[in-house]
């Protein structure tokens, strides 16, 4: 008696008032969880100059606007906190190592898969150095401008000439305009092969971008030619407007002594430049579409 009332009660229980069954509750759609993406962490070098972090940090405040869904954390290799150790041990699912330098060399083949492998806790993938790159010659282009560098023309360009006008000398042209004109890449200096390889690729691009201006490197360290070797050579071509762009990331101690050695203009490090930025950003789209981060700690573009 009492199984046939509790199946009664039942089967009432699913009846709507006025004697019409009860359709069963929609159950509430589930929404799939939104995959965060992998943190990118900006590796910096470090320096004992308080303008380096103040820099890099409006540098990653530009790669934020730039991407405000990216989590975004920075680590520096020596001299500075947050260390890069640090930052991976708060970190947890996967990351992405964007290292703030220029070139390849011992930071980038040792240091940062170092790094990577000693937080096991994640999986993390190290994009290639930022340099070489077009948009690093911006970048220089740019800052020599901004330091009052002209050639005085430029290819297809002549300043005070109308199209259609017959050629003549302009003023650019005749104080000696591209002819008269070379450029140092002042750059840190490495004894690893390859970083003097980048190095010297971006010399090149800097020099296309700037119409063909002879573009030298020159070191802060390292065996290669010093700024003031380069200058020499730039005068021995009969080059006699040479300017030194400042190929470092962030102001330092090299930085000042290479522009201490300039015979005239010296432009700022690369710096928050919106082109730099453009290049993080790039950095890291170009190690997550390497390869599926499936490895605890994969080297990118090395």
Known sequence: MTRITAQLSSQLGQLAPGGLQRRPRPRPLSHPAVRRPPTLVAVAHGSRDPEALRTVTALLDRVRALRPDLPVRLGHIELNHPLLADTLAALHGEAVLVPLLLGRGYHIKRDLPDAAAAAPHLSVRVAAPLGPHPLLAEALHARLAEAGWTPGWTPGEVPGRTPGEAPGRTPGEASGGLSA????????????????????????????????????????????????DAVRALAGRGRGRIAVASYFAAPGRFATQCAAAAPG?????????????????????????????????????V
């Open 181 to 228: 004109a070379g450029v140092v890449l002042a750059a840190a200096g490495s004894r690893d092969r390859d970083s003097a390889a980048d190095t010297a690729r971006t010399a090149a691009l800097l020099s296309a971008r700037l119409g063909g201006v002879p573009v030298l490197p020159g070191y802060a360290s390292g065996t290669g030619p010093t700024v003031a």
């Open 265 to 301: 203009i010296a432009a700022a490090p690369l710096g928050d430049h919106a082109a730099v930025a453009r290049l993080v950003v790039h950095r890291y789209e170009e190690a997550l579409a390497s390869a599926p981060m499936s490895h605890p700690a994969v080297t990118v573009g």
